[in-house]
């Protein structure tokens, strides 16, 4: 059973950085492709990021492609959202997700975190 974490979200203010963690459990992480999404309030759930199991990057939502970026260590089961230049419509609940890359592309995962709030003031 495949189970994703998600960690290192709160509260902060514009123009602040943080590093989401996602902490994986189960077999053949190194094979997975992982991605971060977000769900705004009142908006659907979207793409952020993708990686594939090369470390080859696949960008979901162009217009935070220069202030986010999506890493993975697989000696620590591991992926990680680095988010720079936090700005209040950044405010969201983020999500890592794994599963195909070709899956995760069409917005959908095998499996997904419980999600973790990120909130930006002004």
């Known amino acids: 059973q495949v189970r994703l974490v998600e960690s290192g979200g709160g509260l902060v203010q514009a123009g602040d950085s943080l590093r989401l963690s996602c902490a994986a459990s189960g077999r053949n992480f190194r094979e997975w492709a992982l991605a971060w999404f977000r769900q705004a309030p009142g908006k659907e759930r979207a793409g952020i990021q993708a990686i594939s199991a090369n470390g080859g990057r696949k960008y979901l939502e162009d217009s935070v492609k220069d202030r986010f970026t999506i890493y993975r260590d697989n000696a620590k089961n591991t992926i990680y959202l680095q988010l720079n230049d936090l700005q209040p419509e950044d405010t969201a609940i983020y999500y890592c997700?794994?599963?195909?890359?070709?899956?995760?592309?069409?917005?959908?995962?095998?499996?997904w975190g419980q999600g973790i709030q990120v909130t930006v003031s002004s």
């Open positions: 997700a794994a599963g195909r890359l070709s899956t995760i592309v069409s917005g959908r995962a095998d499996v």
